[in-house]
């Protein structure tokens, strides 16, 4: 029989067409219920104030970089969104001295415009923000070579090859309204995946790739980064895959409560938790993933009770 249309995009597959019984679960849970998630593999962390919560998140960046060696270079793989480590990782570097000649950074993902990445000058563009929030910031005598930043492009080849270069030691992320980390958004529901979304076998064995953004997606980011003129967001983008992220060692979730909602931030840890992984919750699939965390602002966490506003 098949599942119901999502109430959000009935083109699109997406949370809203979970069995009821899990959504009524994940919205049932406490802040002290959330903390109790915690499994071998996946670790759940409170913050009580902001200040914390991007240090901690910016000393990701560090404590990973300090591991690096000429035979042994040591990358992380960054978002956009939260962007408000970044400054935070270029002050710490800064202040300790810390060399970065062999390490190495990879942007998550880009916007696209008719297939094609956009350029830096673009007002949303990724790379620029990562250039001009954090490594603009490092002193040249200890910011990495250029050729150790990697970005996604249109043609992935370059991107691919480079997780080869390194180890990737963490690979960070925020999480979006539809439950996605990066752009791996649910797909649409369409083709072999008219009456169910895709297995998490074939999933998994997407990479970076360039993808159609979910309407949620651009609604979001329209919010958060445009004041909400929708019309200024792009529809496309290019974003890492599920196979670089089983490349890194770590995946480290940060909810400050800025993107998801007291709803998504439920759910996607009581799926992860549970082991429930279902492609129509792209961030279900890291239940899978050997090392996962975790990391909330206290404050942020917020409540599913009913108020009307």
Known sequence: MPRKLSSLAPDWWDYTTLDPEIIRDAAKLTPEDILKLSRPGFKVVFYDTLEEFYCAEALEYVEAWKQSTDDNPVGVCG??????????????????????????????????IDSKEVPPTHPLS????????????????????????????????????SWEEARCAVM??????????????????????????????????????????????????ARTSGGGNVSMVPTQAITVGPVETWKAEKVSIWHAGNHDNPFGQRLTPFMISKRFVDTSVPMSLL??????????????????SVAMH
């Not at 990782?89 to 970065?100: C, D, Q, T």
């Not at 074939?202 to 990479?207: D, I």
């Not at 239940?287 to 599913?304: E, K, M, S």
């Open 172 to 221: 960070q992320g925020g999480q979006g309204d539809i439950k996605h980390w990066a752009f791996n958004d649910p797909v649409r529901r369409q083709g072999n995946y008219s009456d169910a979304p895709p297995t998490p076998e074939e999933y998994r064995r997407l990479a970076t790739r360039l993808v159609d953004l979910h309407p949620v997606t651009i609604m979001q980011n």
């Open 287 to 304: 239940a899978d993933h050997p090392n996962v965390q975790f990391n909330y602002y206290r404050g942020g966490i917020g409540t599913c």
């Open 126 to 161: 990724f790379e620029r923000c990562d250039r001009e929030l954090c490594f603009n910031r490092i002193d040249k005598k200890l910011v990495m070579p250029d050729d150790h930043l990697h970005f996604p492009k249109a043609d992935t080849a370059a991107y691919r090859e």
């Open 79 to 112: 978002p956009i969104g939260p962007t408000e480590q970044l400054p935070l990782v270029a002050r710490i570097v800064n202040a300790i001295g810390l060399k970065l000649h062999t390490a190495h950074f990879w942007g998550m993902d880009e916007w696209a």
